[in-house]
């Protein structure tokens, strides 16, 4: 399915973003979208940022 896809897009609330490990992720072997509401200098977002194949989008909560 997600290869058939136009865009990939990867929707994790902030707490998730700050655990070490995940039970349920698959390899993204494109570039991908991730939306979250984690604030935009958050440090658990710092990793992704640094991904040429990760756009990342904050969409910080209570704003």
């Known amino acids: 399915m997600i290869r ?10 902030s707490n998730k973003l700050e655990r070490a490990n995940q ?12 939306i ?5 200098d958050a440090p658990a977002l710092e990793r ?4 040429d194949e990760v756009a990342v989008v904050s969409a910080e909560a209570g704003k």
């Open 48 to 51: 992704f940022a640094l991904l």
């Open 4 to 13: 058939q896809a136009a865009s990939v897009f990867v929707l994790v609330t």
């Open 23 to 34: 039970q349920h992720w698959t390899p993204l072997e494109r570039g991908w979208t991730l």
């Open 36 to 40: 979250t509401d984690a604030a935009s």
